[in-house]
């Protein structure tokens, strides 16, 4: 995508990176609402980690899901981020402000994998993907405004 920035623009990449994204989300959001558990005896509220599952054709359209949110990222958010930050700073600071975001970016990588239980927890699986559904509509409104 780095390659193509100049000649496709960097609104157009992130519009269709968001989408991409904007489409993933959304399906494997859906998707986590069909979970079912393993032991038909047991609610879903009840049932133990191990025995929740999903029906075969949402698992198949979690994995598609997946592929697609981290295609869309690779053609939006993940390069052209940090190509914008390369061209922000003055050079007096780039290098010392390039540390700080590449701090700021893996700190907050870190900081979302440790809350990600912790979220499915409060939010249900499907809850949190609705809700990062959400940023990206507001990411996608964003660039569509600016």
Known sequence: TVWRVDQYGRRLLLFIGISMMVVALALIGTAFIFRICMDPDVSMESCPASDVSL???????TVVGLMVYVSGYQVGFGPISWLMISEVFPLRVRGAALSLAAIVNFGSNIVMTLLQEVL??????????????A?????????KAV
């Not at 029906?55 to 359209?61: L, S």
């Not at 249900?124 to 559904?133: H, I, Q, R, S």
Request: net charge positive; glycine share 10%.
């Open 55 to 61: 029906p075969r054709g949402w698992a198949v359209a």
């Open 120 to 133: 499915q927890n409060a939010f249900t699986p499907a809850g949190v993907f609705f809700g990062y559904l």
């Open 135 to 143: 940023l990206s509509l507001v990411s996608l409104a964003f660039v």
